[in-house]
């Protein structure tokens, strides 16, 4: 069985040994620790190194440090996946809006985190889910404030980065074919890659988008201005995706 790699990024030993100490004895975990000092330079470095898969860092409340060094990893290093954990006592509304907007894929409060759903959580954002959406399903207020800063993207121009973390240049071109009409194993034709990582990415959209299908995935871009469908000469429709804080080409291409 593939093991995940855990790395636990704190300041403070205690707290790191803590959450080995729950970890270590389950099968399929590698547990790393990690100090990140000054700026979170030494951070930046192990996960380099490293390669964790996934990243439990420590939001610090009420200070909130925590949350620039999780968006700095979430966006550089997207194959490690940032869980963010928080001591705050209270359900707070707009801690976690700030962790959306990192980019972290799950947040947990301790108060309300048990050993067994805390490794359920890295299990599942090892393999490509969002708990975070749990998170915001159940707080109304926090889906209708994201939702808000999405429609207001386009509007103000501001870019997707200001939110959360985007689709990448990929997935916005494959998103543009799925809204011509295309199948999956048309656009793999025309992007000369396989039909499975056509639909891996598919799969990666409907995720990020929070999106029932792959026409609501298309609505929702639509409407957010992210991809742009026009007719052609022939009064075919033909799309042109528009990537807002897109990254680099190499890190779109998986």
């Known amino acids: 069985m593939r093991k995940i790699v855990v790395m636990i990024i704190d300041g403070e030993p205690f ?3 803590g959450l080995r100490q729950a970890l270590s004895q389950q099968d399929g975990l590698e547990i790393l620790e990690c100090d990140p000092e000054e700026e979170g330079k030494t951070a930046i470095a192990q996960v380099t190194t490293s390669s ?13 440090i925590g949350l620039d060094l999780g968006k ?7 194959a490690t996946k940032v869980v ?20 972290a894929v799950a947040y947990l409060r301790s108060k309300d985190c048990t050993p067994t759903k805390l490794i359920e959580t890295i299990r599942r954002a090892s393999n490509g889910e969002y708990p975070i959406n749990d998170s915001v399903s159940s707080r109304p207020k926090v889906a209708w404030r994201v939702l808000r800063q ?8 501001m870019t997707i980065e ?3 973390t985007p689709l990448t240049s990929k997935e916005v071109q494959i998103l543009t074919h799925i809204a011509e009409g295309n199948t999956n194993k048309r656009i793999a034709s025309l992007l000369g890659i396989s039909e499975q990582t056509i639909k891996n990415h598919v799969s990666a959209i409907l995720r990020k988008l929070n999106a ?8 929702l871009a639509l409407r957010n201005g992210w991809i742009v469908v026009e007719a052609d000469n022939n009064g075919k429709h033909r799309g042109e995706g528009i990537s807002l804080g897109s990254r680099p080409d190499s890190s779109s291409l998986g």
Do not use: C, W
């Open 212 to 219: 029932n299908d792959r026409a609501h995935a298309v609505f």
């Open 72 to 78: 700095r990893i979430a966006r550089s290093f997207p």
């Open 84 to 103: 963010m954990l928080s001591s705050n006592p209270n359900e707070d509304d707009d801690e976690l809006f700030e962790v959306i907007k990192s980019g």
């Open 162 to 164: 200001d939110i959360t």
């Open 15 to 17: 707290f790191r040994a």
């Open 52 to 64: 964790p898969g996934v990243a439990l860092l420590d939001i610090s409340y009420p200070t909130l």
């Open 150 to 157: 999405f429609q207001d993207i386009a509007a103000m121009g």
